[in-house]
């Protein structure tokens, strides 16, 4: 019996593929290319796989609109817990934009430098250039505190937050909203990739942290069949 499901869209090409496969077994148990993607396709094929006795105890899944209002209408008691794939994937995306801005500044910041000492060198005036390198030099010095500050902000998103093996869901939710905040003071609207994670952030945090509280119950579960103290 199938008790958690993992549910995707792959794609051949430009055709869709909807997917399910048993966590614990890796049986898959839909693969159905199809042309639309929306409600009524997923709807269709879990009422399909629902006839032959399919009936998780929750599903995973990314935030495919599509997907996740298809399972709540077919399946509206099953809780479907965030895939955090994606939200590591936008998070590392929004890290390696941010590296190659660092560098780009830093580039542009040595080649004034350099354009610096040929105008010495040839005795022509260097006011203006040098007024540039300063804003040069202010805004590689920004954009390599953001990155350092947002490396931090990921690794502990990865480690603390997100791991399997962590603290209660409690802590993790606050912890969430501690590294969701730190990343809004930094938001000053330059960068559309950090708007992107905001929303995301804001938008997924129960569904990320959905799978805390299954694990919050079990040892709750061993304390009371034992009789002993949950610490």
Known sequence: MIKQGL???IFQGSLAVLTGVDAFSTYCYLLKAAEHRDEETWGWYLLEIQARGFDPDNTIADVAKGLRAGQKAVLSDTPCHGDVFSIFKQFKDFVL???RKVQRATSSRVDQEEDIVRAQLAQEPTRSMTSKWVHLKRREKRLLTLLIDVKILF??????VLKLAGPTLSVRQELFDFIKEELQQRNDGEFPMLRKLLKAL????DQLLAFSGVLDQKPAEISKRLDVPLA
């Open 7 to 9: 549910h995707d869209e």
């Open 97 to 99: 934009s941010l590296t």
């Open 155 to 160: 690794q502990w998103m990865v480690h603390d």
């Open 202 to 205: 804001h938008n997924q945090r």
